[in-house]
């Protein structure tokens, strides 16, 4: 039903590096997984168009961006980001 209620809503999806929480959730909850990964990719945005992956986000503009060399689970980008607004080096 979440799922059902995430589709009828059309709202974003959001992950953190969340490639296999997504096939999971396909396989369990919409169907046999497609053969190859362009056949998944049009099947998912066929029900979720609005897909994000923060830490695909992350590691795409840690350094124009971000200006982040750290590292990108969502702890260290935390406090980084965290640092950025209070003005910490």
């Given at each position: 039903r979440v799922l059902a209620a995430l589709r009828g809503a059309r709202v974003p999806i959001v992950f953190h590096n969340g490639l296999l929480d997504l096939l999971h959730l396909y396989d369990k909850f919409?169907?046999?997984?497609?053969?190859?990964?362009q056949e998944l990719a049009q099947?998912?945005?066929?029900?979720?168009?609005?897909?994000?992956?923060?830490?695909?986000?992350?590691?795409?503009?840690?350094?124009?961006?971000?200006?982040?060399?750290?590292?990108?689970?969502?702890e260290e980008l935390h406090r980084h980001l965290m640092s950025l607004a209070s003005g910490e080096p």
């Open positions: 919409l169907g046999d997984l497609p053969r190859s990964f099947a998912w945005v066929a029900n979720f168009p609005l897909l994000f992956d923060t830490r695909l986000l992350a590691q795409e503009g840690r350094y124009q961006v971000l200006k982040h060399a750290g590292g990108l689970s969502l």
